[in-house]
């Protein structure tokens, strides 16, 4: 069974430029969670969709968004992009309610 | 707000050499506490779950417990291809949408 599969797996952009991210759940999935890991850190909560309705939302700001689409797929959108926003960006499905998390293998954001 | 507090930073064993990595946390209603393995580059991978105090699971050479205020993981005579981050996140009852993550344990497992 295919895992959690994000696009694409490393990105370079420029200060003030768009990005956006991209995320396939297992199969049968409901819930998608973003996630920001810095070097050296644990990874930050962004947000987390289900049935295509947000259901909370990290202290980002609003440069960051995110949707889901009818096949429970999920875009990740951050705009004017600042230094500060190179990370790991992990995406995360989870089956309906329960909470274990299983993590994609993250897209590598760089911005110069 | 929740507070996921993991210690040491980082550990250096001899292969075979047993261990235990500690996190502590402060949380409103403990829904779920989670052990995830970290490799350099990679997404978390998924450990364990715990949930109530006294609470334990093994995977091989790993073993997780729970208690009120914090966890373990115990490394049993470890091997080089345990050397990882180790993450311990937790959830909410209020904040069930959300896992809140500590910095991580590195592990270096030396031959």
């Known amino acids: 069974d295919a895992g959690v599969t994000q696009s694409p797996t490393h990105l370079i952009k420029t200060r003030g430029q768009h990005v956006t991210l991209r995320c396939s759940p297992i199969?049968?999935?409901?819930?998608v969670s973003w996630y920001q890991q810095v070097l050296g850190q644990g990874p930050q909560f962004i947000f987390q969709?289900?049935?295509?309705?947000?259901?909370g939302r990290g202290n980002f700001p609003d440069r960051f968004s995110a949707r889901q689409f009818p096949n429970y797929s999920s875009e990740l959108n951050v705009n004017a992009l600042l230094l500060g926003d190179s990370a790991l960006y992990l995406c995360?499905?989870?089956?309906?309610?329960?909470?274990?998390?299983?993590f994609g293998q993250g897209t590598r954001l760089t911005v110069v | 707000e929740d507070q996921v507090t993991q210690s040491p930073e980082a550990l250096r064993l001899q292969e075979g050499e047993s261990s235990s990595l500690n996190c502590s946390y402060t949380?409103?209603?403990?829904?779920?506490l989670f052990w995830y393995r970290q490799d350099p580059g990679k997404g978390p991978e998924f450990l364990f779950t715990?949930?109530?105090a006294g609470e334990e699971k093994e995977k091989e050479r790993l073993k997780a417990t729970l208690t009120k205020k914090e966890s373990f993981l115990h490394i049993t005579a470890p091997k080089p291809e345990d050397s990882a981050t180790y993450l311990c996140a937790v959830q909410a009852g209020d904040n069930d949408y959300k896992l809140s993550f500590g910095a991580g344990t590195t592990v270096t497992v030396r031959a």
């Open positions: 199969s049968g999935h409901k819930s």
């Open positions: 995360a499905s989870s089956f309906n309610h329960n909470p274990e998390a299983f």
């Open positions: 715990l949930y109530s």
């Open positions: 949380v409103s209603g403990l829904r779920g």
């Open positions: 969709y289900y049935e295509k309705e947000e259901r």
